[in-house]
């Protein structure tokens, strides 16, 4: 069974830092995209970053230059560097993979079960 476990979030001042780090365990036979959304009190999720098995990256435009993903491929984590946090930035953060099981399994997405992040003004 797979499983993404979340870690890194809490509560920091605007213009602060935080790193979130996300591990798939389990069986795992293939892991293709990996990323992270973010979900406000209110609002619906959206998506925050993302990036290829090769490391090509993409981002929503209300963290470029702010937000760094990167990945392990052997580690099959990935992490989210955040600087110059701003108060709307205040959300529950969710890694996700894009994974096969097994080699006999489809690509499925699969969801870590979120960290709360906090940025006071």
């Known amino acids: 069974q797979v499983q993404l476990v979340e870690s890194g979030g809490g509560l920091v001042q605007a213009g602060g830092s935080l790193r979130l780090s996300c591990a798939a365990s389990?069986?795992?036979?293939?892991?293709?995209?990996m990323g992270w959304y973010r979900q406000a009190p209110g609002k619906q999720r959206e998506v925050v970053a993302g990036?290829?098995?090769?490391?090509?990256?993409n981002y929503a435009d209300f963290v470029k230059g702010r937000f760094t993903i990167s990945r392990d491929n052997v580690k099959n984590t990935v992490s989210l560097q955040m600087n110059s946090l701003k108060p709307e930035d205040t959300a529950v953060y969710y890694c996700y993979a894009v994974l096969r099981a097994t080699g006999m399994d489809p690509w499925g997405n699969y969801w870590g079960q979120g960290t709360q992040v906090t940025v006071s003004s």
């Open positions: 990036i290829t098995s090769g490391g090509s990256t």
């Open positions: 389990g069986s795992i036979f293939s892991v293709s995209a």
